[in-house]
Nanobody, 119 residues
Framework: QVQLVDSGGGLVQAGGSLRLSCAAA????????MGWYRQAPGKQRRLVAR???????DYADSVVGRFTISRDNAKNTVYLQMNSLKPEDTAVYYC?????????????WGQGTQVTVSS
């Protein structure tokens, strides 16, 4: 069994910064990709940033230049540094990981962490 524990959300003023963390724990054979999604009230969950094998990264257009995703492979942990936050970044942020266990590959999700940006 694998668990993702995400943290680091909070309330911040526009222009401020936050750093999210997500640690994967359990019977992990390989951790091929980790990322962050967000879901605002009444909206669909959407990709924010993702980091894949070889440290290849993908970002939503709306966060390019403001957010940076990174990972510590030894700790199975992914980080999202969020700078120049805007009110429209307000959402619940979910960690996601594509992980291989003895049962094969599966998508895992964290419990979500609230990010609120005040204007």
């Amino acid at each position: 069994q694998v668990q993702l524990v995400d943290s680091g959300g909070g309330l911040v003023q526009a222009g401020g910064s936050l750093r999210l963390s997500c640690a994967a724990a359990g019977s992990i054979l390989s951790n091929d990709a980790m990322g962050w999604y967000r879901q605002a009230p009444g909206k669909q969950r959407r990709l924010v940033a993702r980091i894949r094998s070889g440290d290849r990264t993908d970002y939503a257009d709306s966060v390019v230049g403001r957010f940076t995703i990174s990972r510590d492979n030894a700790k199975n942990t992914v980080y999202l540094q969020m700078n120049s936050l805007k009110p429209e970044d307000t959402a619940v942020y979910y960690c996601n990981a594509w992980i291989r266990t003895w049962s094969g590959y599966k998508d895992y999700w964290g419990q979500g962490t609230q990010v609120t940006v005040s204007s």
